[in-house]
Protein backbone atom coordinates (compact mmCIF):
# COMPACT_ATOMS: atom_id res chain seq x y z
CA UNK A 1 0.00 0.00 0.00
CA UNK A 2 2.89 2.43 0.78
CA UNK A 3 4.54 0.91 -2.90
CA UNK A 4 1.33 2.22 -4.41
CA UNK A 5 0.84 5.18 -2.68
CA UNK A 6 5.07 6.52 -3.19
CA UNK A 7 4.40 5.23 -6.90
CA UNK A 8 1.47 7.45 -7.05
CA UNK A 9 3.26 10.24 -5.54
CA UNK A 10 6.06 10.06 -7.88
CA UNK A 11 3.75 9.82 -11.31
CA UNK A 12 1.85 12.67 -9.90
CA UNK A 13 5.11 14.92 -9.85
CA UNK A 14 6.35 13.36 -12.87
CA UNK A 15 2.99 14.81 -14.29
CA UNK A 16 3.16 17.83 -12.15
CA UNK A 17 6.71 18.45 -13.82
CA UNK A 18 5.66 18.12 -17.72
CA UNK A 19 2.45 20.63 -17.37
CA UNK A 20 4.26 23.17 -15.66
CA UNK A 21 7.03 22.52 -18.53
CA UNK A 22 4.21 22.12 -21.23
CA UNK A 23 2.25 25.44 -19.48
CA UNK A 24 5.85 27.29 -19.84
CA UNK A 25 6.16 26.47 -23.23
CA UNK A 26 2.81 27.23 -24.54
CA UNK A 27 3.57 30.59 -22.01
CA UNK A 28 6.83 31.31 -24.09
CA UNK A 29 4.92 30.49 -27.55
CA UNK A 30 2.35 32.95 -26.81
CA UNK A 31 4.10 35.27 -25.50
CA UNK A 32 6.26 35.00 -28.79
CA UNK A 33 3.42 35.23 -31.07
CA UNK A 34 1.83 38.12 -28.87
CA UNK A 35 5.40 39.89 -29.72
CA UNK A 36 5.22 39.09 -33.20
CA UNK A 37 1.79 40.13 -33.45
CA UNK A 38 2.86 43.55 -32.20
CA UNK A 39 5.32 43.48 -34.51
CA UNK A 40 3.28 42.74 -37.71
CA UNK A 41 1.07 44.98 -36.46
CA UNK A 42 3.15 47.92 -36.19
CA UNK A 43 4.21 47.39 -39.34
CA UNK A 44 0.74 47.34 -40.90
CA UNK A 45 0.08 50.23 -38.79
CA UNK A 46 3.42 52.03 -40.70
CA UNK A 47 2.83 51.10 -43.83
CA UNK A 48 -0.94 52.18 -44.03
CA UNK A 49 0.24 55.48 -42.81
CA UNK A 50 2.88 55.32 -45.53
CA UNK A 51 0.54 54.71 -48.13
CA UNK A 52 -1.55 57.26 -46.68
CA UNK A 53 0.93 59.98 -47.18
CA UNK A 54 1.81 58.31 -50.21
CA UNK A 55 -1.76 59.61 -51.60
CA UNK A 56 -1.50 63.05 -49.93
CA UNK A 57 2.17 63.77 -51.45
CA UNK A 58 0.42 63.05 -54.78
CA UNK A 59 -2.57 64.96 -54.34
CA UNK A 60 -0.02 68.34 -52.68
CA UNK A 61 2.39 67.62 -55.81
CA UNK A 62 -0.99 68.20 -58.19
CA UNK A 63 -1.58 71.28 -55.85
CA UNK A 64 1.86 71.83 -56.64
CA UNK A 65 1.74 71.65 -60.05
CA UNK A 66 -1.42 73.50 -60.50
CA UNK A 67 0.11 76.89 -58.26
CA UNK A 68 3.20 76.90 -60.83
CA UNK A 69 1.02 77.27 -63.74
CA UNK A 70 -0.94 80.04 -61.96
CA UNK A 71 2.01 81.69 -60.72
CA UNK A 72 4.33 81.18 -63.91
CA UNK A 73 1.33 82.88 -65.92
CA UNK A 74 1.36 85.82 -63.61
CA UNK A 75 4.90 86.43 -64.43
CA UNK A 76 4.47 86.01 -67.70
CA UNK A 77 1.50 88.95 -67.63
CA UNK A 78 3.39 90.91 -65.48
CA UNK A 79 6.37 90.95 -67.98
CA UNK A 80 4.06 92.02 -70.52
CA UNK A 81 2.04 94.82 -68.89
CA UNK A 82 5.59 95.80 -67.74
CA UNK A 83 6.72 96.06 -71.78
CA UNK A 84 3.62 97.92 -72.40
CA UNK A 85 4.10 100.77 -69.19
CA UNK A 86 7.44 101.25 -70.38
CA UNK A 87 6.45 101.98 -74.22
CA UNK A 88 3.72 104.26 -72.80
CA UNK A 89 6.00 105.71 -70.03
CA UNK A 90 8.37 106.40 -73.19
CA UNK A 91 5.44 107.83 -75.60
CA UNK A 92 4.87 110.28 -72.99
CA UNK A 93 8.40 111.03 -72.25
CA UNK A 94 8.45 111.85 -76.31
CA UNK A 95 5.60 114.24 -76.21
CA UNK A 96 6.70 115.94 -73.58
CA UNK A 97 10.51 116.29 -75.53
CA UNK A 98 7.87 117.63 -78.08
CA UNK A 99 6.03 120.32 -76.05
CA UNK A 100 9.33 121.66 -74.36
CA UNK A 101 10.41 121.95 -78.48
CA UNK A 102 7.02 123.73 -79.38
CA UNK A 103 7.29 125.66 -76.33
CA UNK A 104 10.81 126.93 -77.11
CA UNK A 105 9.33 127.77 -80.74
CA UNK A 106 6.40 129.62 -79.02
CA UNK A 107 8.63 131.76 -77.08
CA UNK A 108 10.94 132.76 -79.97
CA UNK A 109 8.32 133.42 -82.21
CA UNK A 110 6.70 135.89 -80.03
CA UNK A 111 10.21 137.62 -78.80
CA UNK A 112 9.96 138.01 -83.34
CA UNK A 113 6.56 139.28 -83.63
CA UNK A 114 7.21 141.56 -80.32
CA UNK A 115 10.21 143.08 -81.92
CA UNK A 116 8.17 143.73 -85.53
CA UNK A 117 5.41 145.35 -83.62
CA UNK A 118 7.34 147.76 -81.48
CA UNK A 119 9.82 148.57 -84.75
CA UNK A 120 6.15 149.40 -86.55
CA UNK A 121 5.03 150.96 -83.52
CA UNK A 122 8.31 153.14 -83.59
CA UNK A 123 7.58 153.95 -87.05
CA UNK A 124 4.01 155.22 -87.40
CA UNK A 125 5.35 157.22 -84.16
CA UNK A 126 7.69 158.95 -86.68
CA UNK A 127 5.22 159.38 -89.53
CA UNK A 128 2.48 160.91 -86.92
CA UNK A 129 5.09 163.32 -85.42
CA UNK A 130 6.21 164.24 -88.62
CA UNK A 131 2.47 165.08 -89.75
CA UNK A 132 1.85 167.69 -92.13
CA UNK A 133 5.31 169.12 -91.94
CA UNK A 134 6.23 165.58 -93.46
CA UNK A 135 3.75 165.92 -96.33
CA UNK A 136 4.76 169.68 -96.93
CA UNK A 137 8.37 168.33 -97.50
CA UNK A 138 6.97 165.73 -99.86
CA UNK A 139 5.45 168.27 -101.47
CA UNK A 140 8.02 170.81 -102.03
CA UNK A 141 10.79 168.53 -102.85
CA UNK A 142 9.00 166.56 -104.85
CA UNK A 143 9.75 167.21 -109.11
CA UNK A 144 6.41 166.97 -109.70
CA UNK A 145 3.01 166.14 -108.14
CA UNK A 146 3.37 162.82 -109.67
CA UNK A 147 6.40 162.60 -107.76
CA UNK A 148 4.80 163.56 -104.94
CA UNK A 149 1.90 160.90 -105.37
CA UNK A 150 4.56 158.11 -105.47
CA UNK A 151 6.18 159.67 -102.12
CA UNK A 152 3.25 159.30 -100.56
CA UNK A 153 1.62 155.85 -101.63
CA UNK A 154 5.70 154.46 -100.59
CA UNK A 155 5.13 155.71 -97.06
CA UNK A 156 2.03 153.96 -96.88
CA UNK A 157 2.71 150.93 -98.12
CA UNK A 158 6.21 150.75 -95.70
CA UNK A 159 3.45 150.61 -92.60
CA UNK A 160 1.22 147.88 -94.68
CA UNK A 161 3.99 145.80 -95.08
CA UNK A 162 4.76 145.99 -91.19
CA UNK A 163 1.08 144.99 -90.58
CA UNK A 164 0.98 142.02 -92.95
CA UNK A 165 4.46 141.04 -91.45
CA UNK A 166 3.27 141.03 -88.03
CA UNK A 167 0.03 139.02 -88.78
CA UNK A 168 2.22 136.51 -90.70
CA UNK A 169 3.93 135.73 -87.56
CA UNK A 170 1.07 136.13 -85.33
CA UNK A 171 -0.59 133.18 -88.01
CA UNK A 172 2.67 131.32 -87.00
CA UNK A 173 2.46 131.37 -83.01
CA UNK A 174 -1.65 130.63 -83.84
CA UNK A 175 -0.34 127.52 -85.21
CA UNK A 176 2.47 126.93 -82.71
CA UNK A 177 0.08 127.23 -79.86
CA UNK A 178 -2.40 125.04 -81.36
CA UNK A 179 0.20 121.95 -82.08
CA UNK A 180 1.19 122.34 -78.44
CA UNK A 181 -2.48 122.27 -77.00
CA UNK A 182 -3.05 118.67 -79.13
CA UNK A 183 0.43 117.49 -77.58
CA UNK A 184 -0.87 118.49 -74.22
CA UNK A 185 -4.16 116.62 -75.03
CA UNK A 186 -2.31 113.43 -76.06
CA UNK A 187 0.10 113.07 -73.36
CA UNK A 188 -3.23 113.68 -71.01
CA UNK A 189 -4.42 110.15 -72.95
CA UNK A 190 -0.88 108.73 -72.55
CA UNK A 191 -0.89 109.95 -68.78
CA UNK A 192 -4.09 108.26 -68.31
CA UNK A 193 -3.64 105.05 -70.09
CA UNK A 194 -0.35 104.56 -67.90
CA UNK A 195 -2.16 104.75 -64.86
CA UNK A 196 -4.03 102.19 -65.83
CA UNK A 197 -1.93 100.08 -67.04
CA UNK A 198 -0.49 100.88 -63.33
CA UNK A 199 -3.44 100.18 -61.88
CA UNK A 200 -3.61 97.01 -63.52
CA UNK A 201 -0.03 96.28 -62.71
CA UNK A 202 -0.56 96.55 -59.07
CA UNK A 203 -3.46 93.91 -59.06
CA UNK A 204 -1.33 91.74 -60.99
CA UNK A 205 1.67 91.85 -58.50
CA UNK A 206 -0.90 91.18 -55.47
CA UNK A 207 -2.22 87.71 -57.60
CA UNK A 208 1.52 87.41 -58.08
CA UNK A 209 2.43 87.92 -54.63
CA UNK A 210 -0.43 85.47 -53.81
CA UNK A 211 0.30 82.98 -56.13
CA UNK A 212 3.87 82.77 -54.61
CA UNK A 213 2.41 82.14 -51.44
CA UNK A 214 0.60 79.12 -52.60
CA UNK A 215 3.36 77.56 -54.65
CA UNK A 216 5.67 78.16 -50.97
CA UNK A 217 2.24 76.26 -49.08
CA UNK A 218 2.80 73.56 -51.53
CA UNK A 219 6.45 72.96 -51.19
CA UNK A 220 6.50 73.32 -47.92
CA UNK A 221 4.13 70.62 -47.34
CA UNK A 222 5.22 68.12 -49.73
CA UNK A 223 8.36 68.78 -47.50
CA UNK A 224 6.60 67.76 -44.82
CA UNK A 225 4.96 64.64 -46.25
CA UNK A 226 8.03 63.54 -47.14
CA UNK A 227 9.62 64.01 -43.46
CA UNK A 228 6.63 61.43 -42.60
CA UNK A 229 6.94 59.36 -45.00
CA UNK A 230 11.17 58.93 -44.28
CA UNK A 231 9.60 58.74 -40.72
CA UNK A 232 6.84 56.00 -41.32
CA UNK A 233 9.24 54.20 -43.57
CA UNK A 234 12.15 54.19 -40.49
CA UNK A 235 9.36 52.73 -38.31
CA UNK A 236 8.62 50.25 -41.14
CA UNK A 237 11.99 49.12 -41.39
CA UNK A 238 12.65 48.83 -37.19
CA UNK A 239 8.79 46.97 -37.28
CA UNK A 240 9.92 44.46 -40.60
CA UNK A 241 13.77 43.87 -38.29
CA UNK A 242 11.68 42.31 -35.53
CA UNK A 243 9.77 40.44 -37.54
CA UNK A 244 12.66 38.72 -39.10
CA UNK A 245 14.53 38.35 -35.48
CA UNK A 246 10.92 37.02 -34.35
CA UNK A 247 9.97 34.29 -37.29
CA UNK A 248 13.39 34.31 -39.14
CA UNK A 249 12.44 31.65 -42.03
CA UNK A 250 9.47 30.45 -40.17
CA UNK A 251 11.10 26.94 -39.76
CA UNK A 252 10.77 26.89 -43.88
CA UNK A 253 13.80 26.12 -45.84
CA UNK A 254 13.93 25.94 -49.59
CA UNK A 255 15.98 23.43 -51.78
CA UNK A 256 18.66 25.99 -52.56
CA UNK A 257 18.38 25.35 -56.28
CA UNK A 258 16.11 28.32 -57.24
CA UNK A 259 13.45 28.56 -60.43
CA UNK A 260 13.64 31.73 -62.77
CA UNK A 261 11.48 34.69 -61.10
CA UNK A 262 9.61 36.06 -64.11
CA UNK A 263 8.90 32.42 -65.68
CA UNK A 264 7.46 34.67 -68.84
CA UNK A 265 11.05 36.24 -69.40
CA UNK A 266 14.77 34.70 -69.14
CA UNK A 267 16.06 37.88 -70.93
CA UNK A 268 18.82 39.73 -68.78
CA UNK A 269 19.33 43.28 -69.64
CA UNK A 270 21.92 44.03 -67.30
CA UNK A 271 23.80 40.85 -65.54
CA UNK A 272 25.26 40.56 -61.96
CA UNK A 273 27.60 43.92 -61.72
CA UNK A 274 27.14 45.12 -65.01
CA UNK A 275 28.06 48.20 -63.85
CA UNK A 276 29.17 49.09 -60.71
CA UNK A 277 26.93 48.39 -57.28
CA UNK A 278 24.47 46.28 -59.86
CA UNK A 279 24.77 43.67 -56.93
CA UNK A 280 21.83 41.93 -59.34
CA UNK A 281 20.07 40.05 -62.13
CA UNK A 282 17.34 42.50 -64.56
CA UNK A 283 15.25 40.40 -66.14
CA UNK A 284 13.48 42.89 -69.15
CA UNK A 285 12.34 42.13 -72.92
CA UNK A 286 10.84 45.43 -73.25
CA UNK A 287 7.20 47.16 -72.17
CA UNK A 288 5.25 44.29 -72.88
CA UNK A 289 6.38 42.67 -69.89
CA UNK A 290 4.60 45.00 -67.47
CA UNK A 291 2.58 43.32 -65.09
CA UNK A 292 3.68 39.89 -66.05
CA UNK A 293 3.73 37.69 -62.45
CA UNK A 294 6.60 37.88 -60.31
CA UNK A 295 7.04 34.34 -58.68
CA UNK A 296 9.17 32.95 -55.41
CA UNK A 297 12.60 31.34 -56.65
CA UNK A 298 12.33 29.08 -53.60
CA UNK A 299 10.27 28.15 -50.13
CA UNK A 300 10.40 30.55 -47.68
CA UNK A 301 8.77 33.31 -46.14
CA UNK A 302 8.49 36.87 -47.07
CA UNK A 303 9.53 39.15 -44.61
CA UNK A 304 10.02 42.37 -46.54
CA UNK A 305 7.16 43.46 -48.44
CA UNK A 306 7.96 47.36 -49.51
CA UNK A 307 6.39 49.77 -51.24
CA UNK A 308 9.00 53.07 -51.65
CA UNK A 309 9.06 55.53 -54.38
CA UNK A 310 13.13 55.81 -54.49
CA UNK A 311 15.71 53.02 -55.10
CA UNK A 312 14.13 49.64 -55.46
CA UNK A 313 10.41 50.94 -55.44
CA UNK A 314 7.89 48.09 -54.36
CA UNK A 315 10.19 45.22 -53.48
CA UNK A 316 9.47 41.71 -52.08
CA UNK A 317 12.38 40.33 -49.80
CA UNK A 318 12.19 36.48 -49.55
CA UNK A 319 13.94 34.25 -45.94
CA UNK A 320 14.41 30.42 -47.50
CA UNK A 321 15.79 29.34 -43.82
CA UNK A 322 18.86 28.13 -45.64
CA UNK A 323 21.31 31.23 -45.05
CA UNK A 324 19.69 32.39 -48.47
CA UNK A 325 17.52 35.79 -49.39
CA UNK A 326 16.37 36.32 -52.42
CA UNK A 327 14.95 40.28 -53.49
CA UNK A 328 12.62 41.22 -56.31
CA UNK A 329 12.61 45.01 -57.09
CA UNK A 330 10.72 47.75 -58.87
CA UNK A 331 7.63 45.91 -59.05
CA UNK A 332 4.27 47.26 -60.60
CA UNK A 333 2.00 45.14 -57.41
CA UNK A 334 2.66 43.08 -54.43
CA UNK A 335 0.73 40.39 -53.44
CA UNK A 336 2.05 39.06 -50.16
CA UNK A 337 2.66 40.48 -46.76
CA UNK A 338 5.55 40.09 -44.08
CA UNK A 339 4.99 36.70 -42.45
CA UNK A 340 4.07 35.04 -45.59
CA UNK A 341 4.77 31.59 -46.33
CA UNK A 342 5.28 31.22 -49.57
CA UNK A 343 6.04 28.10 -51.64
CA UNK A 344 8.48 28.09 -55.03
CA UNK A 345 7.04 29.21 -58.05
CA UNK A 346 3.98 31.22 -56.05
CA UNK A 347 2.76 34.48 -57.66
CA UNK A 348 4.06 37.87 -55.15
CA UNK A 349 3.18 40.24 -57.48
CA UNK A 350 3.57 41.72 -60.77
CA UNK A 351 6.94 43.05 -63.07
CA UNK A 352 6.88 47.18 -62.95
CA UNK A 353 8.98 49.93 -63.58
CA UNK A 354 8.52 51.76 -59.59
CA UNK A 355 11.73 53.00 -57.71
CA UNK A 356 14.76 54.20 -59.66
CA UNK A 357 14.78 52.75 -63.19
CA UNK A 358 16.11 53.94 -66.47
CA UNK A 359 14.75 55.04 -68.29
CA UNK A 360 12.06 56.40 -66.52
CA UNK A 361 8.12 55.44 -67.13
CA UNK A 362 7.40 52.04 -68.90
CA UNK A 363 10.87 52.01 -71.16
CA UNK A 364 12.10 51.09 -67.45
CA UNK A 365 9.89 47.74 -67.19
CA UNK A 366 11.92 45.16 -65.47
CA UNK A 367 12.68 42.82 -62.46
CA UNK A 368 16.03 43.43 -60.30
CA UNK A 369 16.54 39.90 -58.81
CA UNK A 370 18.85 39.77 -56.02
CA UNK A 371 20.18 36.36 -54.28
CA UNK A 372 21.90 37.22 -50.61
CA UNK A 373 23.72 34.48 -49.08
CA UNK A 374 25.29 34.30 -45.48
CA UNK A 375 24.64 38.21 -45.48
CA UNK A 376 26.04 38.84 -48.92
CA UNK A 377 25.20 39.28 -52.82
CA UNK A 378 26.17 36.78 -54.91
CA UNK A 379 25.70 36.23 -58.80
CA UNK A 380 21.85 34.74 -58.84
CA UNK A 381 23.10 32.44 -61.83
CA UNK A 382 24.90 30.30 -59.27
CA UNK A 383 21.35 29.11 -58.07
CA UNK A 384 19.31 29.50 -61.27
Known sequence: MKLLKAAGVKVFSILLVISLLFASSVSVTSLAESELDKAKSS?????KEYEKLKEQKASAEDQLEAAQTAYYSLVSQVELLDKNIQQVQ??????????ADYQVKIEKQQA???????????????????????SLQVLFTAQDFSDYLTRLEMVTKIGELDAKTI??????????????????????????????????????EQK?????????????LI????AAQADAQKEMNKALAEINKLTASGGIKGTGQLCYPVPSCMSVSCGYYGYANHNGVDFANGPGLYGASVVAADDGQVVGADMWEYSYGH?????????????????SN???????NVKKGEVLGGVGCTGNVIPRGMGGTHLHFGVIVNGAFVNPFNYL
Open 43 to 47: YDSAK
Open 90 to 99: AQIQKLQKQI
Open 112 to 134: LMDKRYHEFCSRLKSLYIAGSMS
Open 167 to 204: SELEDILHELQELQKQLDIDRAEQQKKKNELDAQMTEL
Open 208 to 220: KSEAASSLAECES
Open 223 to 226: AQIK
Open 315 to 331: HVTIDHGNGMKTIYCHM
Open 334 to 340: INVRVGQ
